[in-house]
C-alpha cells in the first residue's frame, strides 16, 4: 500500500504524507511545525475518491483506519488483507489514539471528504456506533477487524467481553519485558557486550549484511533477548560465543550474488570504494561457505534468508527458539 495519509492522533500530530514508510515511525511533512493544536491540524487530505491510474493499471482507493491506541493492529490486518490482491494500491489516511467525540467527528469529517473502505479497532461502544452510523449515511463499508474473533472468543469461553480503549498496550509485565529486550539487542548488536552474552535467549551468527541487526530487533519485539555477532574472514569465532551454554544459537546465511548486491548498495550509501573482497563474489561466495560448515560442525540450526523478509525470518527462529526452550 504506496500511498500513506496520516492522519493526526488524539493530541497534537499534523497531517503527514510518508510514502512508503512504515508505522509507527512517520515524520511530518516538509515544512509542518512538530505540534499545532488539534483543529489546525485537521487539513483536508490530498488525493480522492477510488479509481483506476491508467499509467500503472491499478485500483487506488481510500482506505480509514480509525483506532484508538496506536493502530498497529488495524495497519497490520489491513495490510494482511491487501497484500492477497494483485494491483491494488490504497491511500491510507490513519487515525490513532480516537477516544473522544470530538477527536471522531474529524475522523467522519475526512470520511466525507474521501469516501472509501473504513477499518477500525475502537472500544467505546459510543465511539463504534457513530462511526457505522456516519458510514451507512455515507455508503462506505465499515469494518470493526476484531469483532468476529472476540465475539467466537466471547462465546466459547462464556466471558463477557470487556471494552477498553489501548488494553492491549498496558504498561504490564510483558511490555518491560519487551523493553528488557530491545535495550538488549542493541547493546549487544554486532557483537558488542560478549562479556555477559551467556544472558541472552538467542545469538544470531552470520556474515556481514545477513539481517542479524532487524532480525534481533525484530525478536526483541516478541520479548526475547537476542544478540548478533559477526562472521568476520580470518577471524576466530569470539570465545564468549564459544563458552555460551545458555542462548540458542542460529546462523543466517544468504546467497553470495544477493549478499554482494547488498553490500554494494551498502559501499555507495557511505560512498566507499567497491574494489575490496568485501564484495568480490568469489571471496563472498568462500565467505558463505565458510559460514555454513561452521554451522554444521557446531550443530546450530540455520536459516537461509535470501529470499525471506525480516518478519517472515525472525518468525522462523522464534518458532525454533519456542520448540527449544520446550525441549529443555
Known sequence: MPDRKTEPDAASAPAVDAGTGTLPAIPPAAGMPQSIDNDAAMMPLRGGAHG??????????????VSDSSGETVNTVARAVLAQFDGVDAREHVWSLVRSPAQLEKVINSIEAHPGLVMYTLALTELRERLEEACRRL???????LDPITDIVSGYLGVTVSRRPGRRHMLDQ???????AMHFALIHDDGQSLWDIDDADVILVGVSRSSKTPTAIYLANRGVKAANVPLVPGHPLPDEVEAATRPFIVGLTTSPERLVQIRRNRLL???????????????????????R????RKGWPSIDVTRRS???????????????IGDN
Open 52 to 65: 483506476v491510474d491508467a499509467a500503472r493499471q491499478q485500483v487506488l482507493f481510500d482506505l480509514h483506519l
Open 139 to 145: 455508503k462506505v463499508p465499515c469494518v470493526p477487524v
Open 174 to 180: 510483558e511490555y518491560f519485558a519487551r523493553i528488557d
Open 269 to 291: 550509501s557511505l560512498n566507499q570504494p567497491d574494489d575490496s573482497e568485501y564484495i568480490d563474489l568469489e571471496a563472498v561466495r568462500t565467505e558463505v561457505i565458510a559460514a
Open 293 to 296: 560448515r561452521l554451522f554444521e
Open 310 to 324: 525480516i518478519e517472515e525470518t525472525a518468525a522462523a527462529i522464534y518458532q525454533m527458539y519456542l520448540r527449544h
